[in-house]
């Protein structure tokens, strides 16, 4: 009922930046939140950040002060802006929604290696 899909990754040097987009369809008018997940080489999926219906956000830790996670309501569209990227942000990157569901896009890949 909710479809995602991802864009905006790829392989930048360390210190560089990169802006992803998470395009909403379906029954967006449910979704309750929105969050980035990244998953590097084995290891788990972990929470990024994460944006409410109603504007309030949340970081893990080891991104607060280099992402910011946003919403432009008029394109169904939450973006997450990556700035001074570290060879240790490399890894695909999961657009989530809740809804009556949860919602999960396809994934892109961001390598951050010189």
């Known amino acids: 009922q909710v479809q995602l899909v991802e864009s905006g990754g790829g392989l930048v040097q360390p210190g560089g930046s990169l802006r992803l987009s998470c395009a909403a369809s379906g029954s967006i008018f449910s979704i309750k939140a929105t969050g980035w997940y990244r998953q590097a080489p084995g290891k788990q999926r972990e929470l990024v950040a994460l944006?409410?219906?109603?504007?309030?956000?949340n970081y893990a830790e080891y991104v607060k002060g280099r992402f910011t996670i946003s919403r432009d309501n008029a394109k169904n569209t939450v973006y997450l802006q990556m700035d001074s990227l570290k060879p240790e942000d490399t890894a695909v990157y999961y657009c989530?929604?809740?809804?009556?569901?949860?919602?999960w896009g396809q994934g892109t890949q961001v390598t951050v290696s010189s």
């Open positions: 989530n929604a809740i809804s009556y569901y949860t919602y």
């Open positions: 944006i409410t219906s109603g504007g309030n956000t």
